[in-house]
């Protein structure tokens, strides 16, 4: 879809690494348990200004990788609707998509308070973003039993990342909650979609027919690799279409101004078979709907936060689709088959190691299944990667892994990162990731910790490495395991 937006320099937050025991600024709520188990909200202040006299209602809210995540409809005074979603990074930081009449964009505020924000402007050109395939769509499909998850791939260029001034993880965590809300508020309530890897590439791909084409072959071997569904590319953009995908298909392309647009969804909404709201022939129900006072998110222009459903009204009463032209609530039921069927999900914990523009990161993620009075680590699955088997504990603070990632030319190279075993309870006690000590109290949550540093990798060239670090957690005179997946995309300036 095609928009114009001013590029923002102000407000870039730097990647930090992701320490167990940060203390967030106060901007934060603070936090009386662990917020894996108890999620705390980020303060209103953070945003109240950005928002104005409109109302937010949230309706999910939770932690992933750090981050905490919710999102919310906005309500003004006038009725109208729209949306908030907000992602706060361990290091306080905050990232949030502002969607309401007269304001939408991207609010950044860094772990000092400095905010800024950068406005989506659109326009109404019926310029073709969508690139039709042979692909077959789901039709009169009807999925019952345990809730799916269509798998996402999220890559980055490093021209657009540098253009974006984000933290691309918290950005890829926002994108994706914003989707999920559009999905809850036009009552699909059978799939959501789940961020599985984020990778970056020094590659000069735009939103181009060439460059969809482009990205997904770059794209395949990884989406392989992390047995992932979907792939949403940020690259270049000058002018023109500034975001194209497949329809249906599961590929997608977005240029770097779109970060304060819903073009995200949009564009997924194609790959799920949808089409736009004046494209309707009264033969099928796969388009966006304009009732004349509000759009869906298959239309040009200002959208409100849904899908078309003619069982969803809005603040005007009127219906936000048609059963016969405009019903794409049912477009995305009928193909959760297909769309969460690409590639078998990757069994195990998945963990997501990403430094960005930066030279270094650290990531933690808790172990659910050591804790309490388990002993219990973390070891590798080769011995050339690193130690295969659980051991005593040491003074040792990390165990030095060495990973196998994918270079710009697809090749293995070796890239050296620290595995470190963190205790909770006990004020962030470290020591090798193998370790099987017994710390003796009866509610110690185990975390594993994976950290890259460019100064471990000095004989490495300059570039970005991704690829799949298998790890696997155990407990000591126990047939317990749990997988952990390490999905890793750094750099080495």
């Known amino acids: 879809m095609n928009t114009e937006n001013p590029s923002?320099?102000?407000?870039?937050?730097?990647?930090?690494?992701?320490?167990?025991?940060?203390?967030?600024?106060a901007v934060v709520s603070a936090a009386t348990d662990s917020p894996e188990d108890s999620p705390q909200a980020t303060s209103t202040s953070v945003y109240a200004d950005a928002i104005g006299s409109a109302r937010f209602e949230r309706s999910a809210i939770?932690?992933?990788q750090g981050h905490t995540v919710e999102s919310g409809n906005l309500y003004t005074r006038d009725g109208e609707t729209g949306s908030l979603v907000v992602v706060r990074s361990p290091d306080g930081a905050v990232i949030a998509r502002i969607d309401e009449p007269g304001k939408r964009g991207l609010l950044r505020v860094d772990a000092q308070g400095l905010a800024s924000f950068t406005p989506a402007s659109t326009n109404d050109s019926r310029e073709s973003d969508a690139v039709e395939t042979q692909e077959p769509m789901g039709r009169d499909v009807t999925i019952s039993g345990e809730h799916r998850y269509i798998d996402l791939l999220m890559a980055f260029s490093d021209y657009a990342l540098s253009k974006m001034s984000v933290d691309p993880l918290a950005f890829a965590f926002l994108q994706v909650e914003e989707l999920n809300l559009r999905l809850r508020n036009s009552l699909v309530t059978n799939v959501s979609l789940r961020l599985a890897a984020v990778n970056i590439f020094d590659v000069p791909y735009d939103t181009s027919i060439q460059g969809l084409a482009s990205w997904q072959g770059l794209l395949s071997p990884y989406r392989s690799l992390?047995?992932?569904?979907?792939?949403?590319?940020?690259g270049g953009w000058e002018g023109g279409t500034a975001g194209r995908g497949y329809q249906p298909g599961y590929s997608?392309?977005?240029?770097?101004?779109?970060?304060?647009?819903?073009t995200f969804g949009h564009e997924l909404a194609h790959n799920a078979g949808g089409k736009h709201c004046w494209d309707q022939d009264g033969r099928d129900y796969n388009f966006g709907h304009d009732n004349g006072k509000t759009k869906t998110s298959l239309c040009y222009g200002n959208r409100a936060p849904y899908f078309s459903n003619p069982a969803v009204r809005d603040a005007h009463g009127l219906p936000l689709g048609n059963a016969q032209t405009a019903d794409m609530t049912r477009v995305w039921r009928e193909n959760t088959a297909r769309?969460?069927?690409?590639?078998?999900?990757?069994?195990g914990l998945r963990m997501l190691v990403l430094s960005g523009n930066e030279d270094q990161v650290a990531t933690y993620i808790r172990v659910p299944g050591i804790e309490r009075l388990?002993?219990?680590?973390?070891?590798?699955?080769?011995?050339?990667?690193?130690?295969?088997?659980?051991?005593?504990?040491?003074?040792?603070?990390?165990?030095?892994?060495?990973?196998k990632l994918l270079n710009a030319a697809g090749s293995?190279?070796?890239?050296?990162?620290?595995?470190?075993r963190v205790e909770e309870a006990q004020?962030?006690?470290?020591?090798?990731?193998?370790s099987n000590r017994y710390l003796g109290l009866l509610s110690s949550p185990l975390g594993l910790e994976i950290q890259y540093d460019a100064r471990d990798n000095e004989a490495l060239p300059v570039g970005y490495y991704n690829g799949l670090l298998k790890l696997e957690a155990r407990r000591i005179d126990s047939d317990w395991t749990q997988p952990i997946n390490v999905i890793v995309s750094v750099r080495k300036k």
């Not at 923002?8 to 600024?25: D, K, N, Q």
């Not at 769309?339 to 069994?347: D, I, K, Q, S, V």
């Not at 004020?427 to 193998?434: A, F, I, T, V």
Request: charged share 20%; glycine share 10%.
């Open 339 to 347: 769309l969460t069927g690409y590639n078998p999900e990757l069994a």
């Open 8 to 25: 923002s320099t102000a407000g870039c937050a730097r990647l930090a690494a992701l320490t167990l025991l940060l203390a967030l600024p």
């Open 427 to 434: 004020l962030g006690w470290r020591e090798h990731m193998n």
């Open 374 to 403: 388990y002993r219990g680590g973390v070891v590798a699955l080769s011995q050339s990667v690193g130690p295969i088997e659980l051991a005593p504990g040491t003074d040792e603070k990390f165990t030095m892994l060495n990973a």
């Open 226 to 234: 992390y047995k992932t569904d979907l792939n949403a590319a940020y």
């Open 62 to 64: 939770k932690v992933e």
């Open 412 to 420: 293995e190279v070796l890239v050296k990162l620290r595995g470190t």
């Open 252 to 262: 997608s392309v977005l240029g770097w101004t779109t970060s304060g647009s819903d």
